[in-house]
């Protein structure tokens, strides 16, 4: 046996360290290869028209469709993120243990959680966009991410509340406080940070996302006119950064204009990922993605 | 309002919301079954699912090659992914010291959000033609696929691995070291075993990841209908297939599509159960 003495078994320790240390090189070396990638050629191409108000062939803006962005996941928090927050309440704070309906909801947002994307805008299409008669429009597509981002905004409230301490509630019932009061006095202001950093982490998959809207917000690139349209501006049809970003990456005409908006939803996703942790870490509730 | 019935009330709205999940699950069920299911009989199941030719023009829709297309890519995907993402957990975990750690957590989760158009648009301009050049083929490949889904993959690897390792407990690792096994000795043969259900977790995870992604590999794949025959040929994906047709397909041809989704719809479900299967095995 060549591994029998000392040297033999300090020469395989050291290999599999080098092959440990290798890997995670690999891994840090793929990251910043990609970052710096992006950034490298992105940075310098990032020229006024490229912020235009008007989306052009010719200076194929992306200010339409960094404002649609914003819009179509504001409205898609703004559906996602009370239902989350009250479904996590429910499951932590209201719900007993062992009970038949909790074990269905969170086998159905585990089921969710693991959905691809594509399933979902395919859903989307059949429903919101079919079904229900929206069309392809920003609120088609809003609702389609919204339940996407759910069970990411209700696996994130609910380790938040789970952090919180127990001697907060029996504090506050101590005091006579019922449940309810107990829930947005005591447990959801300690675990605010957490949520937020949840939200945020939301807010970032919707930035990103492509496949769930490409058949359900669609793909112009034009900001609905609220002004003139009032509500029916809603349903009209959208392109956000994202999607801008695989038009003009799969139509291959304007590489350097690519580049600079791959920079521009980078940062933007880099921000938002930043700011989660940033928030998740005040309350030291530890996320994982899964 | 009596403070009794507020109570009630609230109780029975957090119920509501919680309930909306089950309902969306339900919906997404309903609508892709009822939306595929009729022209899955109309095809017929076994043409369908086994069928090697996807000609919509003429009314011929088999899967077969997508399916494969998808298998492979996942497959190619684990090979790449799998061993570095399970080596860089064990080293976050076990091997590295509290301040590069910190620096490196936040960076393997900064992967995880970069979006999957991001890594399609750099797959496009650095592995494809990387590929293009020194190999055969004009690039769009399975290879390029699974290199790429390879990567993506690695952050959902890394931080489920990881949290599995932290948490066997210390008094095992620290017993293999009072029986005079060295450190890596202590990890690999201690250590992982007592992991082992959380790591195939984080694998299948990574699965689930893979077979589901769509945007990046659509813009790397090639996506011609055909089995590959080598690493270098294109391929197509049942994800692809839904994104690239659905824009004007229409009647059987946008049902075949739904279809495609249903199988894939399939798919995801197996891995799910098969990963409720591991963390119930775990928790025993």
Redesign the interface.
């Known amino acids: 046996m060549a591994f029998s003495d000392a040297h033999g078994?300090?020469l395989?320790?050291a290999i599999?360290?080098w092959?440990?240390?290798?890997?995670?090189l690999?891994?840090?070396a793929?990251?910043f290869g990609?970052?710096g990638?992006?950034l490298c050629?992105g940075v310098p191409n990032l020229t006024p028209e490229l912020f235009a108000w008007e989306y052009t062939t010719d200076n194929v803006s992306l200010m339409p469709a960094f404002i649609n962005t914003i819009l179509i996941a504001a409205l898609a928090l703004t559906i996602a993120v009370?239902?989350?927050?009250?479904?996590a309440?429910?499951?932590v704070?209201?719900?007993r243990r062992g009970n038949r309906?909790?074990m269905?909801?969170r086998a159905?947002?585990?089921?969710?959680q693991?959905?691809?994307?594509?399933?979902?805008?395919?859903?989307g299409?059949?429903?919101f966009v079919t079904?229900l008669g929206w069309r392809l429009s920003l609120m088609a597509g809003a609702f389609t991410l919204a339940?996407m981002v759910?069970?990411v905004i209700?696996r994130t409230t609910e380790e938040a509340l789970l952090a919180v301490p127990n001697a907060y509630r029996e504090a506050s019932f101590g005091l006579g406080a019922?449940?309810?009061r107990t829930?947005f006095c005591c447990v959801l202001p300690t675990a605010i940070p957490g949520i937020v950093g949840g939200v945020i982490l939301a807010l970032?998959r919707c930035?990103?996302?492509?496949?769930a809207l490409?058949?359900t917000a669609g793909s112009v690139a034009e900001v609905p006119n609220f002004l003139q349209q009032g509500f029916a501006a809603f349903f009209q049809p959208t392109r956000t950064l994202?999607t801008h970003?695989?038009v003009l990456?799969?139509e291959g005409l304007h590489t350097q204009e690519?580049f600079a908006t791959?920079v521009v939803?980078?940062i933007l996703?880099?921000t938002?990922?930043?700011g989660a942790?940033f928030f998740a870490k005040k309350l030291g509730v530890?996320?994982?993605?899964? | 309002m009596s403070?009794k019935f507020?109570?009630k009330l609230?109780?029975a709205?957090?119920?509501?919301?919680?309930?909306?999940?089950?309902l969306?699950?339900a919906?997404?069920c309903l609508?892709?079954f009822l939306?595929g299911v009729p022209a899955l009989a109309d095809i017929g199941l076994p043409e369908f699912l086994f069928g090697s030719t996807w000609q919509p023009s003429s009314g011929i829709y088999g899967i077969f090659p997508m399916i494969v297309g998808s298998i492979y890519v996942t497959a190619g995907a684990m090979i790449v992914g799998v061993?570095?993402?399970l080596?860089?957990a064990?080293?976050?975990s076990r091997?590295?010291n509290a301040k590069i750690a910190q620096f490196?957590k936040?960076?393997?989760?900064?992967?995880?959000?970069?979006?999957?158009?991001?890594?399609?648009?750099?797959g496009?301009?650095?592995i494809v033609p990387f590929i293009r050049t020194s190999m055969p083929g004009n690039g769009f490949s399975l290879l390029a696929a699974s290199l790429l889904l390879g990567?993506m993959i690695?952050?959902?690897v890394?931080?489920?691995a990881q949290?599995a390792l932290d948490a066997v407990p210390r008094s095992y690792y620290e017993g293999a070291l009072a029986l005079g096994a060295?450190?890596?000795?202590s990890v690999?043969q201690v250590v992982v075993p007592a992991a082992v259900s959380g790591l195939m977790a984080s694998v299948i995870?990574g699965v689930?990841r893979a077979?589901?992604?769509?945007?990046a590999v659509v813009?790397v794949a090639g996506n011609q209908v055909q089995i590959p025959t080598s690493i270098f040929e294109g391929v197509r994906t049942m994800?692809a297939n839904?994104?690239l047709e659905?824009?004007y397909a229409a009647d059987l041809h946008r049902g075949a599509l739904?279809a495609t989704?249903v199988v894939?719809?399939v798919f995801?479900?197996l891995?799910?159960l098969l990963?409720?299967l591991i963390k119930r095995r775990s928790e025993i």
């Not at chain 1, 693991?114 to 859903?123: D, Q, R």
């Not at chain 1, 530890?286 to 899964?290: A, M, P, S, V």
């Not at chain 2, 060295?182 to 000795?185: A, I, S, V």
């Not at chain 2, 077979?211 to 945007?215: A, F």
Request: charged share 10%; glycine share 10%; hydrophobic share 60%.
């Open positions: 078994r300090r395989k320790a599999v360290r092959v440990i240390y290798g890997a995670t690999l891994t840090v793929v990251l990609i970052l990638y992006i050629n009370p239902l989350g927050i009250g479904a309440i429910y499951l704070e209201y719900a309906f909790v269905v909801v159905a947002a585990e089921t969710l693991g959905i691809p994307s594509i399933i979902y805008g395919l859903f299409l059949l429903f079904a339940i759910l069970p209700m019922g449940r309810l829930v970032g930035v990103g996302e492509v496949a490409l058949y994202a970003l695989y990456a799969s690519t791959a939803l980078l996703v880099i938002l990922n930043l942790n530890k996320r994982e993605d899964g | 403070a507020k109570e609230a109780s709205l957090f119920g509501f919301t919680a309930a909306v999940s089950i969306a699950v919906l997404i609508f892709l939306n061993p570095t993402g080596l860089t064990l080293y976050l091997f590295a490196l936040p960076g393997v989760e900064l992967l995880a959000g970069i979006p999957s158009v991001v890594y399609g648009f750099f496009l301009m650095i990567v690695l952050p959902t890394i931080t489920v949290s060295d450190h890596e000795r690999l995870l689930g077979i589901g992604e769509t945007m813009m994800t839904i994104v659905m824009g739904i989704g894939l719809f995801i479900l891995i799910t990963l409720n």
